[in-house]
């Protein structure tokens, strides 16, 4: 049969990007029974995909995303004689002459103690929307056991219609020991001895938590010796943005940029700690790499930061800088309960694996396609 795949999200950058490019390869490399037809916004993504010949790529114009959606993607799907399609977002093509599958990456509009980190507009959209989405979705993944829990609590999810599937890190995720990589890798950034890591971006520095990260790391400068790395594209905003200054703790907080994906298993080898005290998460894929690479951890006892790290880190109150830094310099001074970090982040980095993610994700579509 022929499985369509909707890739408008498949040059953003974050978890969606890399999920949406991730579970596409996986599914082209494993089913060599079905045919898959690729739908691009754009023809720059053409040849992509061009050595798997269980696949055709089609660019499909349309002036915006919900055109897009619902108008050009029904018109391909039939033109094509898909007979199941694949979002890999949260949306469905309400027209389509077939069935439709789509992916939810998280629940935060539906939460109230984490709406906040969303505008109006996107949640009015999303709330108006998302339950028109579910009730035409012939089945709806979601990243973690929290985002579906909460769609069926709030949404009445009939039973059965939404299952959780894990993803991955890509696959190149894992600790780096060669010393020529590292060495240019920390010369490409300009990464000091010691550091400490953190992921994030101008946007979504309020829900990742910048503010408390970078109070934790002045309430325990000096007593560890390691300065601050925040990686992300326009970083370097966050300086101004929450009053940084040039002396004291802000001289050892360092804005490498965006750090390229080739490079950031690398960069989280490098590291002695990587911290996440995010406030909301639904699957914080930068915890599962930085568990592959065998890199400590600190998070956030809450949401999918919980249920995605388990036993693999040292959790802290987001709202509560004193015990990130207190938490801090334990992870930092404590060989022991470093080495315990270390290998319960490699054990557990086990269970997220895109063997599995895309095996699922395929027995739904297959058996969607059949029925």
Known sequence: MKIGIMLRAIDEQGG??????????????????????LFYRTAANLGR?????????????????ALWDQVAVPYACWREHVRVVFHPKFTVPLLAPCKAVMVLHGAGWLMPETSKFWNSLDLRYVRAMMPVYCRRASAVLAVSHITTATFNEVLKIPPGKSRTVYFAPARHFRRVCDPTTLERV?????????FILTLSGPGRGQRKNIGGVLKAFQLQHGRTGHRLVVGGKD???FKAEYAIPNDGYGADILFPGWIDQEDLPAVYSLADLYLYPSFSEAFPIPLTEAMACGTP???????????????AALFVDADDPQSIADAIVRALTDPGLRET????????SERFTWERCAGETLDILETLGAA
Do not use: H
């Open 16 to 37: 969606v990007g890399v999920y949406t490019k991730n579970i596409t390869q996986e599914l082209l490399g494993r089913d060599r029974k079905n045919q898959y037809v």
């Open 49 to 65: 995909f061009a050595a798997y010949d269980n696949a055709v790529e089609r660019v499909i114009r349309a002036p915006n995303k």
């Open 186 to 194: 920390r010369a490409r950034y300009a990464l000091p001895e010691r």
């Open 235 to 237: 970083c370097e905003q």
């Open 297 to 311: 951890i600190i998070t956030s006892d809450r949401n999918g930061l919980r249920e995605i790290a388990g036993d």
């Open 341 to 348: 970090l270390v290998t319960s982040g490699l054990a557990r």
